[in-house]
């Protein structure tokens, strides 16, 4: 579902000592780093500066292979002084056989491993994302699913979940996360240039036209959107063969 999920922190070399420490737990090690973000699979760092405050009030779940590995993830957790957010066990209101734990990262941001069912393709298994107005946020969502690859899998009063082909986020009520980044992946330009259109006509704020981006990579072509709660938006088409 996610190309790549960034979230800005306070300080990168307290965050990457964290998320190194716990991921390491699931077997998923950091994969690349640059001067601007470190990386692992589709969950990335980076440095909070200036227009780019510190990513707040997120929740991300990780996947893991095992139970003894959601242990192993809350163990390194706790024994490494970070706070405890939900001891191991199975949660059967999340599903049948759904096992996690949870941890606070240096930020506060909720960090979630869990094994059980249908897991996603990725590091990452799911966001929970709070929203001033849960009606405003599901209708931008709405609005770009068919350029993103998204389908809106569950709607309820509180609560609306989309689903990719692998992966899901959910809108949820609350005092909104803050300075969050996902970007959704596709194979075609078109697609990266009719997300832009159809969310730019409905009003909402574009951080960016589609175009090549090679400061990433040579074919980089991607566009940017806010969502109503601020949140950086894209669509991405990497052109790798």
Do not use: C
């Not at 990386?39 to 980076?46: H, I, L, R, S």
């Not at 590091?123 to 709070?130: P, T, V």
């Amino acid at each position: 579902m996610f190309d790549h999920v960034t979230i800005r922190v306070a300080d990168r070399k307290a965050s990457e000592r964290f998320y190194n420490a716990v991921l390491a737990q699931l077997g998923i090690d950091e994969t690349y780093r640059t001067e601007s973000f470190s990386e692992w699979q589709d969950f990335m760092v980076a440095q909070a500066q200036g227009e780019h405050p510190q990513t707040r009030g997120l929740h991300v779940g990780f996947v893991s292979p095992t139970r003894e590995q959601v242990e192993k993830f809350w163990r390194a957790g706790t024994e490494g002084g970070y706070t405890s957010d939900g001891e191991p066990g199975p949660r059967p209101e999340y599903g049948e056989d759904y096992y996690s734990a949870f941890l606070l990262d240096p930020d506060g941001n909720s960090v979630e491993a869990v094994h059980g069912g249908d897991r996603g393709e990725g590091a990452i298994d799911h966001l929970w994302i709070r929203v001033a107005d849960l009606a405003a946020a599901k209708h931008f969502y709405e609005t770009i699913a068919p350029h993103a690859g998204l389908r809106l899998d569950r709607d309820g009063p509180d609560r609306a979940t989309f689903a990719g082909s692998s992966g899901t986020f959910s809108l949820v009520t609350g005092t909104p996360s803050e300075n969050l980044h996902m970007a959704f992946p596709t194979d075609d330009d078109v697609h990266v240039q009719q997300f832009h259109r159809v969310a730019t006509d409905a009003g909402y704020t574009s951080n960016g036209e589609p175009r090549e981006r090679p400061r990433y990579h040579p074919g980089y072509y991607a566009a940017f959107v806010f969502d109503p709660d601020g949140n950086n938006i894209e669509v991405v088409n990497h052109h790798r063969t």
